[in-house]
């Protein structure tokens, strides 16, 4: 079992950053890939970037590209999500997911409570 807790969110003017973290709770964190999610008012929870239990392979949705950072420190069972360059579309609840590797941005084993980002305009 693993359980995971986000923080960092909050409101952000159009251009701004927000690192949001994520630490699980756990023996096994190490072997699990993680993932976060983001889910905006209306619409259905997406798939925002994956990495790799050993961090050696990260993954990005294309709307992310180049703006958002996925790292992780398995010393402390948590995972980071840098963004920057934020836009008002970024703006959803943004969840931390573990799974394995296969199905992580498809169908995580575990996720977290969420954590609100606003990105005003």
């Known amino acids: 079992q693993v359980q995971l807790v986000e923080s960092g969110g909050g409101l952000v003017q159009a251009g701004g950053s927000l690192r949001l973290s994520c630490t699980a709770s756990g023996r096994t964190f190490r072997s699990y890939a993680m993932g976060w999610f983001r889910q905006a008012p209306g619409k259905e929870r997406e798939f925002v970037a994956a990495m790799s239990w050993t961090g050696g392979t990260t993954d990005y949705a294309d709307s992310v590209k180049g703006r958002f950072t996925f790292s992780r420190d398995n010393t402390r069972n948590t995972v980071y999500l840098q963004m920057n360059s934020l836009k008002p579309e970024d703006t959803a609840v943004y969840y931390c997911?573990?799974?394995?590797?296969?199905?992580?941005?498809?169908?995580?084993?575990?996720w977290g409570q969420g954590t609100q980002v606003t990105v005003s305009s």
């Open positions: 997911a573990a799974g394995a590797e296969t199905t992580i941005r498809t169908i995580p084993y575990y």
